[in-house]
């Protein structure tokens, strides 16, 4: 009785209504709060809010200048600058809090979003809730959100299409498919990565719906122009202004195995593990324990169909596999032919783990059907200790290192000041050129390099802009800016610097200038600095 009665208060609209709006107002709140002192700040992020920036001004879509000039914004998708730019519009506040206030209201809606393909693929009110927290809960997921970063809208627009094509193979609608198709095709504006997602959608469409030859074709028709139109024009303008689709070039560097120990080692970290290493077996255990009754209880019927008919949930997971599939073989794909430069970690990764999750938690039920009151026990115990991690996790969150730019120390520095005074007449070659544009306004020389690290192909032009930079530096024209990554440690930048006689002009925890022993840094009132030579 107590059981039925909770059924029909989940089943009333309003308690849904109720029930999502109090998981998104905290889910937003929470962010907040964990974003208090501002969000994180990466180089990626300055691209975002400097193109964000550009557009509010309209002025043409650029990269932050290197090397003394500006190329045209192509390696990025635009959708999530373009978004920041609305929304700083409509708030009438900068890009950098806009890109702060979507992903903390991305963060609630993702949940929510879980939630609705959980239960919309027949999972149980006890698994959308465990689905919820645990999406929630997963230190990355928080991690990624506390960023300005494009993956929580990437995410959304998945979460998005693959919402709606659930709808599709129940109810048969046009526009169910029309909008699934719009949002995955929307998600490679954000994310490159997002055109597999248009190929499996795709797939699923032509495998999945069951119909008439001629309407698949206009089904598969429909899904195909929707969703491959928005991603076909910002290629076509792409390579009418610079002649390529991405900004990446055809070079085979296969996959490396320091690429897959890095991406194992984030799958062990993906939830909640980091520091936490008895939930691993614990974890482990359970979804192998899954596996195994899935697999026995499979044993015991009579065929497929008779399953699938017992167990709605598991009709989903095959959406969500094909999503999975094409999600990580783009990925090793683009590292192995595209970009060697894209690092496998938590945030490539993320809706990978966001995936998994729409697959395991479905089979939950099946694999628990007969130990219903041990399925509820244990979704409870979960849901107070994942909870907990989340409060604590945001709580604790302005302390973390990961913040990048936004980090106290970076806001707290001198060194932009110092930078800042440096004529203009005077070049600057640095390790990182982009938060120096971002914060001082300055255009920057990368250090060159002997080997591309987008193509993994050597430089053709390293000894012609090794001389350059050796000769400026030698003269006075140019300074070199450290930060915090010590690259003029590195082996790999002894060539540059051997024989140069430099010295450090100014240090702090962020980075140090080195002028050449020639030159010196005089401090004029007001602490305004200039570069002048040094008297024999």
């Excluded at 070659?429 to 990368?446: C, E, M, N, T």
């Excluded at 450290?482 to 003029?488: H, I, M, P, Y």
Aim: glycine share 4%; net charge positive.
């Amino acid at each position: 009785m107590p059981f039925t009665l909770e059924a029909n208060i989940v089943r009333r609209p309003l308690f849904k209504k109720l029930a999502f709006a109090i998981v998104l107002l905290i889910a937003f709140a929470g962010m907040m709060f964990a974003t208090r002192s501002g969000a994180g700040l990466t180089p990626d992020s300055l691209t975002y809010v400097n193109a964000a920036r550009q557009l509010m001004q309209g002025q043409p879509l650029t990269e932050i200048p290197t090397n003394g000039k500006a190329n045209p914004y192509t390696h990025f998708p635009p959708l999530f600058p373009v978004l920041m730019a609305i929304i700083s519009t409509l708030l009438r506040t900068d890009p950098l809090q806009a890109g702060q206030y979507i992903n903390c209201l991305l963060f609630g809606l993702n949940a929510l979003l879980v939630a609705l393909v959980l239960h919309r693929a027949g999972s149980r009110i006890y698994i959308v809730i465990l689905g919820v927290i645990f999406m929630l809960a997963a230190d990355e997921m928080i991690y990624i959100h506390v960023m300005v970063w494009s993956e929580p809208l990437f995410i959304l627009l998945m979460l998005s299409g693959i919402y709606f094509l659930q709808r599709f193979f129940q109810s048969n609608k046009l526009s169910d498919l029309a909008i699934s198709a719009l949002a995955v095709g929307l998600s490679a504006l954000v994310r490159y990565v997002g055109v597999v997602f248009i190929v499996a959608e795709f797939v699923c469409v032509l495998f999945l719906a069951r119909n008439a030859w001629r309407t698949q074709l206009r089904l598969l028709l429909l899904q195909g122009v929707v969703a491959s139109t928005p991603i076909a024009f910002w290629s076509i303008r792409n390579i009418a202004i610079s002649g390529s689709a991405s900004d990446r070039q055809l070079f085979f560097h296969p996959l490396m195995l320091s690429d897959i120990v890095s991406g194992m080692s984030i799958i062990r970290d993906i939830w909640v593990f980091n520091a936490r290493p008895m939930l691993v077996p614990i974890l482990t255990g359970i979804i192998l324990g899954i596996f195994v009754v899935v697999l026995w209880q499979m044993r015991q019927r009579t065929g497929i169909q008779e399953r699938v008919k017992a167990v709605p949930s598991l009709s989903f997971p095959t959406i969500g596999i094909l999503f999975i599939l094409a999600y990580i073989g783009f990925l090793i794909f683009s590292i192995s032919f595209f970009d060697a430069s894209i690092p496998v970690d938590e945030r490539i990764l993320a809706p990978a783990y966001v995936l998994a999750l729409l697959v395991v938690m479905p089979l939950l039920p099946y694999a628990l059907e007969q130990r219903k009151s041990i399925a509820r026990a244990s979704a409870i115990i979960l849901s107070v200790i994942l909870t907990s991690y989340i409060v604590n996790d945001i709580r604790t969150f302005p302390d973390w290192n990961g913040r990048g730019y936004a980090a106290p120390k970076w806001q707290l520095t001198a060194l932009f000041d110092r930078i800042r005074a440096i004529p203009n007449d005077v070049i600057i070659y640095s390790d990182d050129s982009k938060p120096i544009y971002f914060f001082v306004g300055r255009a920057v020389y990368d250090l060159p390099r002997k080997i591309n690290r987008v193509t993994s192909q050597p430089n053709q032009n390293y000894a012609t802009e090794r001389s350059e930079m050796r000769a400026k530096l030698n003269n006075g024209q140019a300074v070199l800016i450290d930060f915090v990554q010590n690259t003029l440690s590195l082996a790999s930048t002894q060539d540059l610097l051997q024989g140069l006689s430099l010295r450090v002009s100014y240090t702090d925890p962020t980075g140090s200038i080195y002028v050449d022993d020639n030159m010196v840094l005089i401090a004029q009132p007001k602490q305004i600095f200039r570069m002048v030579a040094k008297q024999d």
